[in-house]
């Protein structure tokens, strides 16, 4: 089975900065994409950021130029630095993973808050 262990939520005001990160543990072999997804009060819950083995990167329209997705295959771990942060921001975010042979990976979530 495979953990994913996602840290560096909190509290933060509206134009500031916060760095998740998730790391992958258990019977790992090989990680292949990793993402973070999000999911606001009241809405479903969407992709923010996704990253391939090989670095291609993905972003939702809403954080492009303001969040970065990265990864260090070494640690098995994917980070993400959100930077000019704004109120509808405010979610759980959650780690997602792609280690085979198993199931998709989540973490249990973490939650952000953008305060104005």
């Known amino acids: 089975q495979v953990q994913l262990a996602e840290s560096g939520g909190g509290l933060v005001q509206a134009g500031g900065s916060m760095r998740l990160s998730c790391a992958a543990s258990g019977r790992i072999y090989s990680v292949n994409a990793m993402g973070w997804y999000r999911q606001a009060p009241g809405k479903q819950r969407e992709l923010v950021a996704s990253i391939t083995a090989h670095g291609t990167t993905n972003y939702a329209d809403s954080v492009k130029g303001r969040f970065t997705i990265s990864r260090d295959n070494a640690k098995n771990t994917v980070y993400l630095q959100m930077n000019s942060l704004k109120r509808e921001d405010t979610a759980v975010y959650y780690c997602?993973?792609?280690?085979?042979?198993?199931?998709?990976?989540w973490g249990q979530g973490t939650q952000v808050t953008v305060s104005s």
């Open positions: 997602k993973a792609e280690v085979p042979p198993f199931p998709l990976a």
